[in-house]
T-cell receptor, first 117, second 111 residues
Framework: GAGVSQSPSNKVTEKGKDVELRCDPISGHTALYWYRQSLGQGLEFLIYFQGNSAPDKSGLPSDRFSAERTGGSVSTLTIQRTQQEDSAVYLC???????????????FGSGTRLTVV | KNEVEQSPQNLTAQEGEFITINCSYSVGISALHWLQQHPGGGIVSLFMLSSGKKKHGRLIATINIQEKHSSLHITASHPRDSAVYICAVSSPMDSNYQLIWGAGTKLIIKP
């Protein structure tokens, strides 16, 4: 597609349930990032995929969070046993290359608004 | 002290006014980004700068590496410019992909 696609756009779930958030990056973008933004807060880095390299998961807040990227394209962020503090907008971005190669900017998806009740 | 500081935090202006949003940072950077976040959460990358000045339509971004300062200007502002504008930097001292984010500037343009 023309942009980064995320689904669902909104998700309301009960505390304790598992959720899966999907990101479909721009075709050909090797780098994929997950961020989240809690109400009134800035963007918080979660995880980064670059090509076939092992992802850097250093930003994941707990072991309830996991992510995978299949075939170097679509990524799924999974949150197990959701808690109320997981409520946030989860944003996915993709880039042609490493952000240090500063000719390449990010393209963000429109995000998934997760509400845990 | 935050490594990336934006000012003002909130800005309300009348349609047509010239808008300036400032970003100061305290770390060495390889690039600085200006992003726009609309109500509803969508984020758009506006500019990526490592030096000088860039212009896109009514938007102008400048950076002064020596002073560690960047400005985002909007000429002939319009209500559709109302959004949160975020400054972020990538630092060679940090991981390649982890941007350091400012807190954002909430801009409201009144008709």
């Amino acid at each position: 597609g023309a942009g980064v696609s995320q689904s669902p756009s909104n998700k309301v779930t009960e505390k304790g349930k598992d959720v899966e958030l999907r990101c479909d990056p721009i075709s050909g973008h090797t780098a994929l990032y997950w961020y989240r933004q809690s109400l009134g807060q800035g963007l918080e880095f979660l995880i980064y995929f670059q090509g076939n390299s092992a992802p850097d998961k250093s930003g994941l807040p707990s072991d309830r969070f996991s992510a995978e990227r299949t075939g170097g394209s679509v990524s799924t962020l999974t949150i197990q046993r959701t808690q109320q503090e997981d409520s946030a907008v989860y944003l996915c971005a993709s880039s042609l290359g490493d952000i240090q190669n500063y000719n390449y900017g990010y393209t963000f998806g429109s995000g998934t608004r997760l509400t845990v009740v | 002290k935050n490594e990336v500081e934006q000012s003002p935090q909130n800005l309300t202006a009348q349609e047509g006014e010239f808008i300036t949003i400032n970003c100061s940072y305290s770390v060495g950077i390889s690039a600085l980004h200006w992003l726009q976040q609309h109500p509803g959460g969508g984020i758009v990358s506006l500019f990526m700068l490592s030096s000088g000045k860039k212009k896109h339509g009514r938007l102008i971004a400048t950076i002064n590496i020596q002073e560690k300062h960047s400005s985002l200007h909007i000429t002939a502002s319009h209500p559709r410019d109302s959004a949160v504008y975020i400054c972020a930097v990538s630092s060679p001292m940090d991981s390649n992909y982890q941007l350091i984010w400012g807190a954002g500037t909430k801009l409201i343009i009144k008709p």
